[in-house]
């Protein structure tokens, strides 16, 4: 008996806008449905378990990530796209959708995750 291929597996912060950016691009380049995706909201029963199968690739654990073969993970939503542009050819500045999500939705929420993330170092100053 031989073991299915491996797949590989997109680790996604429901609200992260980096996370967001990935997920768009692999959309738009027809290759969303070619990950295994694993995904949590901040505090859910999945976050726990997915940051620690993370853990022992990476020195911090960050999102979105990557794992494109067994043991190998990519953790910059760059690194993700340009892998996928490559991949597939797809120029992520001629992908209309991708270029829609960056220039509105990513970019607002990006501001108000630097935001939130400012007022926690806040709270924890005081």
């Known amino acids: 008996m031989t073991s299915p291929a491996f797949r590989p597996v997109l680790y996604l912060k429901r609200s992260c806008p980096f996370c967001l950016k990935v997920a768009a691009f692999l959309s738009e380049a027809g290759q969303f449905d070619q990950v295994d995706v694993r995904a949590f909201w ?41 892998l996928y542009a490559e991949k597939t050819g797809l120029d992520p500045a001629k992908a209309p959708f991708y270029a829609y999500v960056m220039a509105g939705p990513f970019r607002r929420i990006r501001e108000a995750f630097a935001e939130s993330q400012e007022l926690e170092k806040l709270r924890a100053q005081s």
Do not use: C, N
């Open 42 to 82: 901040p505090g859910d029963e999945h976050e726990a378990p997915i940051r620690a199968a993370l853990a022992p690739h990476l020195d911090k654990v960050t999102f979105p990530a990557l794992e494109v073969e067994p043991g190998r993970v990519i953790a910059d939503s760059d690194a993700i796209v340009a």
